[in-house]
């Protein structure tokens, strides 16, 4: 047990102070840090310049009064010319876009927008929405019907979301528990694939270096194994740790720097008033409050252990069984597959039924179980015992899987100049 401290010891020391993982801890959060105040800045600069849009109506509702002029929108009243002089005026002068209302005997028939850039769907349908109302209070009036009427009788009651308990939710709870659900799920596969590809390139460097025969003259190749795979988790544990510190604070101090109000999109300031007013922020806000942060902290930590531990293992017998990194593509399918597999059916089958069959039998597949579970658990209703039983059967496979990658570390660290493929792994694991 001593000379696994030893080793664990050595792999977390070996890896902390390498210039290389040094100079990745501090640059990542600059650079993630550096790209999202770039976006914040580029986007500000962008919404600087006002898009002039040509309106043509060749109606007799006069829309044209609907459009007025904003510090991102200047629209310019098109008279006395054909659609295609319009368009073709439109184009020559460089303008965003065109907004064409056809008639027929003064009647609206079509509306059309020409632009060469790619216009989003809520500044469409802001437009549609504003020329649909007048266009339709104008029908009813050439049929003797009052608008205003109508408006004073008319029922837009917006439907109450609540739970059992009587606690008011708002309509972007499931968006807002997939997204985090999502964010945390997506995190823990991307940490198993970076960690464990950590730990496959020591191993196959110390192999290509022959020090590998040296270290297991002295010490058991599975508290070689088990030492390495423990050193580079505490490692990554670290360096996670610091980038969370190191981000926080430069993100703090760009957005003090910047402003707050160069990191909103203006690009549809038309509809950003009207989605204000129906936005009940105060319910986003209680439904962010809700969400189950401390068990989903708990169950992060207790399934990033356990899923980097079981794909570390096939990892670790990955780069013994190799030569280089080349050689590892061969066998890298049942490592990426059901890490993909689970994103997919946490994103498609959990966000649609978190409580459905697929959702439920997947989160307790050891491989896809970490990442499933994990976007299960913000929509909530998910007993303990649940869990449970998930992280058990977890840490159970992860006996049985490194027992296997054992029996093939112990002959493939010895192993050189030959091709390995999964044939000769299936003989290693028989002896």
């Known amino acids: 047990m001593d000379k696994l401290w030893l080793i664990i010891k050595r792999e977390y020391l070996n890896k902390v102070r390498n210039k290389t993982f040094i100079v990745m801890t501090f640059v990542s959060p600059l650079i993630f840090v550096g790209v999202v105040l770039l976006i914040g800045w580029l986007t500000s600069i962008n919404s600087d310049t006002a898009r002039k849009i040509a309106i043509l109506d060749q109606t007799d509702g006069d829309f044209i009064s609907l459009f007025e002029s904003s510090d991102r929108n200047e629209y310019i009243k098109l008279d006395g010319i054909s659609k295609e002089a319009a368009v073709a005026a439109s184009k020559q002068a460089d303008y965003y876009g065109l907004i064409l209302m056809e008639s027929r005997d003064g009647a609206l028939t079509d509306l059309s927008f020409y632009s060469d850039d790619s ?9 549609e929405d504003k020329i649909n109302d007048k266009a339709t209070s104008q029908s009813l009036e050439d049929v003797g019907i009052s608008p205003s009427l109508i408006l004073e009788r008319k029922i837009d ?3 109450q979301v609540q ?12 968006w807002i528990k997939i997204a985090t659900g999502g964010a945390a799920g997506y995190l823990l596969m991307m940490f198993i ?3 464990g590809n950590m730990v496959m390139r020591s191993v196959i460097e110390e192999k290509t270096s022959r020090i590998i025969e040296i270290i297991v003259s002295s010490v058991k190749p599975i508290y070689l194994m088990i030492g390495k795979i423990t ?7 670290t360096q996670f740790i610091i980038w969370v510190i190191v981000g926080f604070i430069l993100l703090t101090i760009g957005t003090t720097f910047f402003g707050v109000e160069a990191f909103t999109n203006p690009a549809n300031a038309d509809v950003m008033a ?5 936005t009940k922020m105060e319910l986003v806000i209680n439904d962010i409050a809700q ?8 169950c992060f930590f207790i399934y990033f252990m356990g899923g980097y531990f079981l794909y570390a293992s096939i990892y670790t017998a990955i780069g013994a069984a190799v030569d280089n990194e080349t050689d590892t593509q061969q066998f890298m399918l049942p490592v990426i597959v059901p890490l993909m597999l689970a994103i997919y059916v946490g994103f498609f089958s959990v966000m649609d039924n978190p409580h459905g069959t697929v959702a439920v039998v997947f989160s307790y597949i050891p491989l896809t179980s970490p990442i499933v579970m994990l976007m299960r658990i913000p929509f909530g209703d998910i007993a303990w015992w649940e869990i449970a039983s998930s992280m058990l059967l977890l840490y159970v496979s992860i006996i049985g899987v490194a027992m ?4 093939i570390y112990r002959i493939g660290i010895l192993m050189y100049g030959k091709k390995t493929n999964w044939k000769e792994l299936y003989k290693w694991l028989r002896y």
């Open 404 to 407: 296997l990658a054992a029996k």
């Open 231 to 237: 050193g580079t988790s505490l490692a990554g544990i």
């Open 119 to 127: 216009p989003s769907k809520d500044f469409l349908e802001s437009i």
């Open 291 to 298: 969400l189950p942060i401390l068990k989903l902290l708990i």
């Open 193 to 195: 694939i970076i960690y």
């Open 157 to 159: 009651k917006e439907i």
């Open 163 to 174: 739970n059992f308990s009587g606690e008011k939710t708002s309509k972007m709870s499931g």
């Open 274 to 278: 009207q989605a204000q007013d129906m």
